[in-house]
Nanobody, 128 residues
Framework: QVQLVESGGGLVQPGGSLRLSCAAS????????IVWFRQAPGKEREGVSCISSSGDNTYYTDSVKGRFTISRDNAKNTVYLQMNSLKPEDTAVYYC?????????????????????WGQGTQVTVSS
């Protein structure tokens, strides 16, 4: 079965850190750009960050620039999202997904409809 599985979420105080993992099973991540999305209650799903298949290109939405870092370890078939200086507004369910492309074009142009398969996500709650 081909799927991406998110993990690493939890409850953290403002200013704290979490590292999310996106593990692939049933296929090799090497050839695919991976996007992290998040969805807060009552809000639309938002593209947070993208990393190209080679890892050479990364993209971030403005609200997380300088705080979040996306990376990948193709040997472990996993993509990570390191989240530092967390804020209450980062509270959301976080998902990872791919549209099957090498590059982050879909992310750059907000073609969210290109992403058709979603996992369970991992809950991140930032609260004191």
């Amino acid at each position: 079965q081909v799927q991406l599985v998110e993990s690493g979420g939890g409850l953290v105080q403002p200013g704290g850190s979490l590292r999310l993992s996106c593990a692939a099973s049933g296929f090799t991540l090497d050839y695919y750009a991976i996007v992290w999305f998040r969805q807060a209650p009552g809000k639309e799903r938002e593209g947070v960050s993208c990393i190209s298949s080679s890892g050479d290109n990364t993209y971030y939405t403005d609200s997380v620039k300088g705080r979040f870092t996306i990376s990948r370890d193709n040997a472990k078939n996993t993509v990570y999202l390191q989240m530092n200086s967390l804020k209450p507004e980062d509270t959301a369910v976080y998902y990872c997904a791919t549209d099957g492309d090498y590059y982050c074009s879909a992310y750059e142009y907000h073609r969210w409809a290109d992403f058709g398969s979603w996992g369970q996500g991992t809950q991140v709650t930032v609260s004191s």
